[in-house]
């Protein structure tokens, strides 16, 4: 079955390294993604990874792919209050016929002044 | 480039009670998504339209929801009648082609009462 997996919650101080981990059930997946969701806001696009990649660097992004235990990360660099958030991970797989997201139940970060 | 649009951005209702909400994708993109997103979970795909036509609609509860894109250009989802347990976020989502990046509205915010 398809299965997208998350922690809850994640604390860290201002100008700390911040790691959201996410595991995936499905190796069919494609493409892997990360959206970040701020209140009464819809999902902004933050990167994504192709699955034959093990790591995509974009300035203050890191995301990290093992496919041999399916999982993914993402390291926010330098945290600011800014990124506070819920962020979600998505497997982008093709199954029963058509191309299908499957999200995870997000991650709450909480940035600390 | 103007983003995906969505309307009304809040609405409350009564049970049983019915519903609509428009989303207008970005321009020149063939694949409009809606998403059920409940408060503390991922979003939930409902229905993908390609162009005018009914990709993937297996979780979508057709005996209240409905949804339609006639002209492969804007869309509606309809609810007819309203539970309490359809309260939740309704987002939309366009993308280029079916295997591209999705990006997302605001999403309208639904409270049944």
């Known amino acids: 079955g398809e299965d997208v997996e998350q922690s809850l919650f994640l604390s860290v101080r201002e100008g700390d390294s911040s790691v959201i981990n996410c595991t995936y059930t499905?190796?069919?997946?494609?493409?892997l993604y990360w959206y970040k969701q701020e209140p009464g806001a819809g999902l902004q696009l933050l990167t994504y990874i192709f699955s034959n990649m093990d790591m995509k660097q974009d300035q203050r992004l890191t995301v990290l792919l093992n496919k041999k235990d399916k999982h993914l990360s993402l390291r926010i660099a330098d945290t600011q209050t800014g990124d506070s958030a819920i962020y979600f991970c998505a497997a982008y797989l093709f199954t029963s016929g058509t191309y299908k997201y499957i999200f995870g139940t997000g991650t709450r970060l909480k940035v600390l002044a | 480039e103007a983003g995906v649009a969505q309307s009304p951005r809040y609405k409350i209702i009564e049970k049983r009670q019915s519903v609509a909400f428009w989303c207008n994708p970005i321009s020149g993109h063939a694949t409009l998504y809606w998403y059920q997103q409940i408060l503390g979970q991922g979003p939930k795909l409902l229905i993908q339209f390609q162009n005018n036509g009914v990709v993937d609609d297996s979780q979508l509860p057709k005996d209240r929801f409905s949804a339609e894109r006639l002209k492969g250009v804007d869309s509606t989802l309809k609810i007819q009648p309203a539970k309490l347990e359809d309260s939740a976020v309704y987002l939309c989502a366009s993308s280029l082609w079916q295997e591209e990046t999705q990006y997302f509205g605001p999403g309208t915010r639904l409270l049944v009462l």
């Open positions: 499905d190796s069919s997946s494609t493409y």
